[in-house]
């Protein structure tokens, strides 16, 4: 994707498809991404003294904050990852530490340069796939003297070639006939639901000692267990599958071998120095308050241990150091309790744009309702129509809907357009558990259906804060 079409505010054009209202929060985002852009475009020397304009979210739950930050990162293809600032403990404290984040964006990174080598040699790797399912099922006999150097057990067996014996011509015609004639049955389709045993590689990880009780531990038996099992070599299993699920396995085997693992792991390093954001909910639970006992304690601490990683420093990895100068740190929280200033001040400083989301309306959840690609309406008339329901909305029904979602986040607590859901789970609750009785019927649902459904619940206070 060219980053120079995605201008400010056809960032923002592509962001409205998906999210109602917030513009200026749009807006923020769309420059801090288009300053990326403009970065890339000076001189090395220049491009190492300009920092990321992190940005500090602010509003309450349910408002569009995830939403964005993550559309945007699917919009440009970039390395995200979404992490809780609640989850960490300050160092010397059983849990997450907060470089966890930075190997969890490194992890995207590599899972997305691999979708992209794998979709590359995907049609090679189909076609070797093809050939060790046509070895299954024909193959060439072996060789029965055995294995003649005892470090072949180890280091893979010796050659294939050396392994066939010297055929006459009858039967050497003979297999490859077979052969031909089963590669073409494969390439027909007709053989995917036969059944075939094929020698896979085995994924299944060495078992581990446990390190219980140490900080990270969970992190650390893992890096263990990958690492000796680099040293040995790959271990394989036979197993038996329909020949469509044969295709796949193998498909992806061959496709790993075909790929450049140096070559990923750089380019994934690259991507997340450079392109990288991460999006850190929740900030306001580590921001100031006066309890000093329990796990209030090391709310500060987690601080201090992120301003590090978010003023720039050098995180280890499974697949090399990592520079987090450049990565783009987006936290949010609702900020009811406290307050951004509650932060300590190094880490105030080091998020310079400030957003604030707006609260949503009785008229914003009408056009959550019906305005998004795919929106909850949409998506319940998909549902449905699994079954063979179609279901109709009438407007005065959805602006009904809207209604009481904004009155009862008015008379309990504020969770935004997430009350929708519960809202329109309870309206369609009768209609979706008798759906499959109901194929091929149109159920309308009007403002007195919504009426009917929710009005007793609403107007009882102690009910609705149980139900909705």
Do not use: C
């Amino acid at each position: 994707m060219d980053e120079a079409m995605w201008t400010p505010r056809k960032i923002v054009e592509a962001l409205d498809r998906h999210i109602v209202g917030q513009h200026e929060a749009k807006r923020a985002v769309a420059v801090a991404l288009r300053h990326r852009w403009q970065r890339s475009r000076l001189a090395p020397d220049l491009q190492d003294e300009i920092t990321p304009k992190n940005i500090l979210m602010i509003g309450p739950t349910g408002v569009g904050k995830t939403e964005v930050a993550r559309r945007l990162a699917k919009l440009l293809k970039v390395p995200f990852v979404k992490v809780e600032a609640t989850k960490f403990t300050e160092v010397g404290y059983v849990g997450r530490d907060v470089d966890a984040m930075v190997r969890d964006l490194v992890e995207t990174a590599v899972r997305m340069v691999k979708e992209e080598r794998t979709s590359s040699v995907e049609d090679r790797a189909a076609r070797l796939a093809e050939e060790r399912i046509v070895d299954a099922l024909a193959p060439f006999p072996k060789d029965s003297s055995g294995i003649k150097n005892p470090f072949e057990i180890f280091f893979g067996g010796g050659n294939k070639a050396d392994d066939q014996p010297a055929l006459d011509q009858g039967e050497q015609r003979r297999i490859e006939e077979e052969r031909a004639r089963i590669r073409q049955r494969l390439q027909s389709g007709d053989m995917e639901q036969e059944l075939v045993e094929v020698e896979v590689e085995d994924t299944s990880m060495p078992s581990m000692p446990m390190m219980g009780g140490m900080p990270g531990h969970d992190e650390m038996q893992m890096n263990f267990g990958e690492m000796f099992q680099g040293l040995l070599p790959k271990r394989t299993k036979r197993r038996k599958m329909t020949v469509a699920e044969a295709r796949k396995v193998l498909v992806q085997e061959e496709a790993q071998k075909l790929i450049d693992t140096d070559d990923v792991n750089t380019e994934a390093i690259w991507r997340v120095e450079q392109q990288g954001i991460v999006f850190i909910d929740e900030f306001d639970k580590i921001a100031g308050g006066d309890s000093t006992r329990g796990a209030d304690v090391s709310r500060e601490g987690v601080q201090r241990d992120i301003l590090p990683i978010v003023e720039g420093s050098t995180v280890n990895t499974k697949y090399g150091p990592v520079r987090t100068d450049h990565i783009l740190f987006i936290a949010a929280g609702a900020f009811h309790v406290s307050k951004p200033s509650d932060l300590i001040p190094e880490l105030q400083g080091r998020f310079p744009v400030r957003v604030e989301f707006e609260a949503l309306t009785e008229k914003d959840f009408y056009r959550i309702l019906t305005e998004p690609r795919h929106s909850l309406v949409q998506q319940y008339q998909a549902l449905l129509g699994a079954e063979g329901v179609t279901l109709t909305f009438d407007d005065d029904a959805v602006w009904a809907i809207a209604r009481y979602a904004d009155r009862v986040n008015r008379d309990t607590e504020n969770i935004g357009a997430r009350r929708l859901h519960t809202i329109l789970e309870r309206v369609l609750e009768e209609v979706s558990f008798n759906a499959p009785e109901l194929v091929q019927q149109t159920i309308p649902i009007t403002a007195q259906y919504v009426e009917q459904r929710l009005a007793v619940i609403v107007d009882s206070v102690d009910i609705n804060r149980y139900i909705l």
